[in-house]
Nanobody, 117 residues
């Protein structure tokens, strides 16, 4: 079992920046992948940024060049730096941890990000 706690959401104007943080605890096994998904009202949850324990990162097309995912394996933290935010980035953002071998995935409770003037 893995427990995840996010922080850092809020209200920001278009073009602004936010940094989300997430701490994982529990049965942290490797190899794994940690990252972020989001769910906007009326839409399905989508993965937006993924950081593999071996180093590579991947992004959903709409956030490439604006979002950066990073992780600190010594503290089991994962971060999402979001720049040039747009109103369509408004969503609840969820941190996740996935065991790469079993594919079992755990989610945090979510943090609201609202981009509005």
């Amino acid at each position: 079992q893995v427990h995840l706690v996010e922080s850092g959401g809020g209200l920001v104007q278009p073009g602004g920046s936010l940094r989300l943080s997430c701490e994982a605890s529990g049965s942290i096994v490797s190899p794994n992948v940690m990252g972020w998904g989001r769910q906007a009202p009326g839409k399905e949850r989508e993965l937006v940024a993924n950081a593999f324990s071996g180093g590579p990162t991947t992004y959903e097309d709409s956030v490439k060049g604006r979002f950066t995912v990073s992780r600190d394996k010594t503290t089991n933290m994962v971060y999402l730096q979001m720049n040039s935010l747009r109103p369509e980035d408004t969503a609840v953002y969820y941190c996740y941890f996935q065991d790469f071998t079993t594919r079992e995935r755990y989610w945090g409770q979510g943090t609201q990000v609202t981009v509005s003037s």
